[in-house]
């Protein structure tokens, strides 16, 4: 099975500022014939189900807003938020769809310094 | 835009079957290239991946729960359910349904919360 490992598991931004959380698996979820890394990104408000902020690792959903951004391949990932705003509050996931099991990080959850 | 609906029992007691169903609006459980899916979140806890089942009959299933977990998918109805049988107080969670698009999970439930106890 695929380990998703998140850090740091809770952090404070002040409004405006930057978050950066890292996702790493333990084996590389690089799929080389179409050269695309299956690891999205989720975010999950109180009471609601999680919804898609990112995926192929890099790709953002469709009306996601552009302060959001994914980077990295292979084994190692960042979600970034570049200006962080009171409606991100939330926990944040990242997922390895590159085989079954799917596994999820254990969640990141960003609150307003 | 593709909608899911959970329903089913809210309480469910120990050592018996847990099943809920997943309505399907906006799109069909038939259409080729999804692998409708179950996920669970224990209260407070993370994501849990519990199965997928697609429309070729392809079927995947979590190490820790396979043995006790089935699905089915109901064409005539738009739904697929989930079983999960001899369920103990580690079952209780938000059960959610999801399609799975291959790429990553597109489409969720609001979820269906279920508790565990006699």
């Known amino acids: 099975d695929i380990v998703v490992t998140q850090s740091p598991d809770s952090l404070a931004v002040s409004l405006g500022g930057r978050a950066t959380i890292n996702c790493k698996s333990s084996q590389s979820v690089l799929y080389t014939s179409n050269n695309k890394n299956y690891l999205a990104w989720y975010q999950q408000k109180p009471g609601q189900p999680p919804k898609l902020l990112i995926y192929w690792a890099s790709t953002r959903e469709s009306g996601v807003p552009e302060r959001f951004s994914g980077s990295g391949s292979g084994t190692d990932f960042t979600l970034t938020i570049s200006s962080l705003q009171a409606e991100d509050v939330a926990v944040y996931y990242c997922?390895?769809?590159?085989?079954?099991?799917?596994?999820f990080g254990g969640g990141t959850k960003v609150e307003i310094k | 835009q593709v909608q899911l609906q959970e329903s089913g029992p809210g309480l469910v007691k120990p050592s018996e079957t847990l099943s809920l169903t997943c309505s399907v609006s906006?799109?069909?459980?038939?259409?080729?290239?999804?692998?409708w899916s179950w996920v669970r979140q224990p209260p407070g806890k993370g994501l849990e991946w519990i199965m997928s089942f697609s429309d070729t009959g392809s079927t995947n299933y979590s190490p820790s729960l396979k043995g006790r977990v089935t699905m089915s998918i109901d064409t005539s109805k738009n739904q697929f359910s989930l079983k999960l049988n001899s369920v103990t107080a580690a079952d209780a969670a938000v059960y959610y349904c999801?399609?799975?698009?291959?790429?990553?999970?597109?489409?969720w439930g609001q979820g269906a919360l279920v508790t565990v106890s006699s």
């Open positions: 906006g799109g069909s459980v038939s259409t080729g290239g999804n692998h």
């Open positions: 997922q390895q769809c590159y085989q079954t099991p799917l596994t």
């Open positions: 999801v399609n799975w698009n291959g790429n990553y999970f597109d489409y």
